[in-house]
């Protein structure tokens, strides 16, 4: 190790950010770990962060092997509904059932940044589903791949609420035509690159 390394990093030692037991998680800013010993809040407590762990988890959710699963620092459980404060902790490597209070989840270090992924739609009808591949979506980005015509003129992208309109990890591709405003499109076939940004 170089004489300027602190520590490996697979174990960081930071102030116990509220009172914490040895095994169960905790949140210090953005970085996540697992207790290694008990201790009160804001005392030094060695947290950590990879391996296969067991973890409280929200009672009320059914796992499945490959679920993204994030922290709820309020609750402080794993989840594997995302919200904007949560913080993507690992993946699920056992199936848990609803109701069950703990999960068993492999942790992945700094995994919170989104994931980009692209691919080209060829339209076929006003308003399309398109699925790409990811788990959540929380922005995306479409273009035509030619030169825009009459019909259709214009389009839009929509993550919607990712629970339903449309399915987590897709999104609403819309063409448009100008005739005495916008309204759908009625020519379909049109290539359509779009990037993605999710979970």
């Known amino acids: 190790m170089s004489l300027n390394a602190i520590q490996e990093g697979e174990v960081i030692t930071l102030a116990a950010p509220y009172d914490v037991v040895s095994g169960a998680g905790a949140q210090v800013g953005a970085i996540f770990g697992v207790a290694q010993i008990t201790a009160l809040s804001g005392v030094d407590v ?3 962060r ?3 762990w067991e973890l409280a988890k929200v009672s009320a959710q059914a796992w499945s092997v490959g679920d993204t699963v994030w922290w709820d620092n309020s609750a402080k459980k794993a989840t594997n509904v995302k919200t904007m404060s949560n913080l993507r902790i690992g993946k699920c490597v056992e199936a848990a059932a ?3 209070s ?3 989840l492999v ?3 700094d995994s919170d940044a ?3 992924v692209w691919g080209q739609a060829t339209t076929v009808a006003a308003s ?3 699925a790409t591949g990811l788990s959540l979506l929380v922005g995306v980005v479409a273009q035509f791949d030619s030169d825009i015509v009459a019909d259709p003129e214009f389009l839009s992208s929509s993550i919607g609420d990712q629970a339903g309109a449309p399915a987590a990890g897709s999104f609403l591709l819309k063409t448009w035509k100008t005739a005495a405003g916008p ?3 009625s020519t379909f076939g049109k290539k359509v690159n779009w990037v993605a940004f999710g979970y």
Request: charged share 10%.
């Open 128 to 130: 399309d589903t398109i």
């Open 107 to 109: 942790l992945t270090p």
């Open 114 to 116: 989104p994931r980009i």
């Open 102 to 104: 703990t999960g068993k």
């Open 50 to 52: 990879c391996g296969v």
């Open 98 to 100: 609803n109701p069950t």
């Open 183 to 185: 309204v759908a499109a």
């Open 46 to 48: 060695p947290l950590q």
